[in-house]
């Protein structure tokens, strides 16, 4: 028994998957198509789009954990240069797409450039930081703001409030990481308050109109304010067990809108209560801590900065999307990640889990 066990392990590590971080994506994952298939109406196709995508995530999280991090930290500045690149494409000529200009068609794909920005940005920082004495300087992380805020502009431009506050989060988790002092973090947070009511005359109508409903969403109940009260209603009609699995009706009557991608979770909560809900953020939680570890056992600052900045963002990605359903956060357009029905974002987030797999078993061969 111990024998095949250790085979086993040698297995997994010399194809680079990380055994706890592959069994938590996998439990997440199926948990996620239980809960789209009652969501999506009991409609078969949508499941099988959403595993063909899942299988994708998953080849490319293979991949990329195939690559070791001093590869991607060479490979660091090219993905940012490209990604701008295309970003500026974008912003010159995109798809439109629900009043946002945000996709690219190829012809043979259509995707969002902005996806890229998600691994690329915080593999420059880290790798930006990690060849600078730490803490860093004034100058140094004024540089590196500058290199987090040219693509979040860019991409709020679109414009794409969420993906633009993912992107910014995860150069920042960087920075934290990376011994951040306590001044920088209280004067960035002073000038943010100060510049507050000049950045509301910046935002688009649909994000103040966002923003006014997450004070008072009874002031506009069947406009604005529909989504989030629908919202609410399936979360507590819950309770503590559910109403069952299928048996939902805030979904199934159609009062709760976007219920297979931004709002999955009322429907998780609606039909499973409030037990089903703890299994699921133990789900996400067990990732987390996972991640964490992975950037505790690191062993070189670029792979440390990398990923904790991954793991952190990760978890801002489902809080965002809960806190928003739930009422606590205004609500941005963010889907719950790998159990709402998507595509590009999908991959984008496996390829991430690729590199924390990539950082944890080559750390374990060059100990052996």
């Known amino acids: 028994m111990m024998d095949a066990s250790s085979r086993q392990s040698r297995a ?19 948990m996620g198509l239980i809960v789209l298939y009652s969501a999506g109406g009991q409609n078969i196709d949508l499941i099988l789009r959403q595993m063909l995508r899942l299988g994708i995530g998953f080849i490319v999280m293979f991949a990329v954990a195939q690559i070791t991090p001093q590869q991607l930290s060479r490979w660091s500045l090219w993905a940012y240069g490209i990604g701008l690149s295309l970003l500026l494409l974008v912003l010159l000529g995109g798809e439109m797409g629900k009043g946002a200009q945000r996709w690219l068609d190829l012809g043979f794909v ?12 915080p593999l420059l920082i880290a790798r930006y930081m990690a060849s600078q004495p730490m803490p860093p300087k004034l100058s140094v992380v004024i540089f590196a703001a500058t290199l987090i805020g040219i693509p979040t502009f ?12 993912l992107i910014a989060f995860s150069g920042v988790f960087v920075l934290l990481f990376a011994g951040l002092r306590w001044r920088y973090i209280f004067t960035v947070l002073g000038s943010i308050s100060v510049a507050a009511p000049f950045i509301w005359g910046l935002l688009h109508t649909y994000q103040k109109n966002r923003v006014l409903t997450f004070i008072n969403p009874e002031r506009d109940p069947l406009g604005t304010g529909y989504h989030i009260i629908q919202s609410k209603i399936a979360i507590g009609s819950g309770g503590m067990y559910g109403k069952g699995w299928l ?16 709002f999955i979770f009322a429907v998780a909560s609606e039909e499973f209560g409030l037990l089903g809900v703890l299994v699921l953020l133990t789900a996400f ?39 928003m359903v739930s009422g606590i956060l205004p609500v941005v357009g963010l ?34």
């Open 247 to 262: 048996n939902g009706t805030q979904a199934h009557l159609d009062f709760l809108p976007e219920r297979t991608t931004d």
């Open 110 to 121: 259509r995707f969002q450039p902005s996806e890229i920005m998600k691994i690329a940005v």
């Open 12 to 30: 997994w590590q010399r194809y680079h998957m990380d055994t706890p971080l592959f069994i938590g994506l996998l439990s997440l994952s199926v």
């Open 335 to 368: 889907p719950l990640p790998l159990v709402s029905y998507g595509g590009t974002s999908m991959v984008t987030l496996m390829a991430s889990f690729g590199i924390l797999m990539s950082i944890q078993t080559h750390r374990k061969l060059v100990a052996t």
């Open 285 to 323: 939680m067990f990732i987390v801590f996972r991640g964490i570890y992975i950037a505790i056992q690191a062993q070189d600052s670029f792979s440390r900065l990398l990923a904790g900045s991954i793991t952190l963002t990760f978890f801002i990605y489902f809080f965002i999307n809960i806190a």
């Open 154 to 165: 860019m991409i709020m431009k679109q414009p794409d409030l969420g993906t633009s506050l």
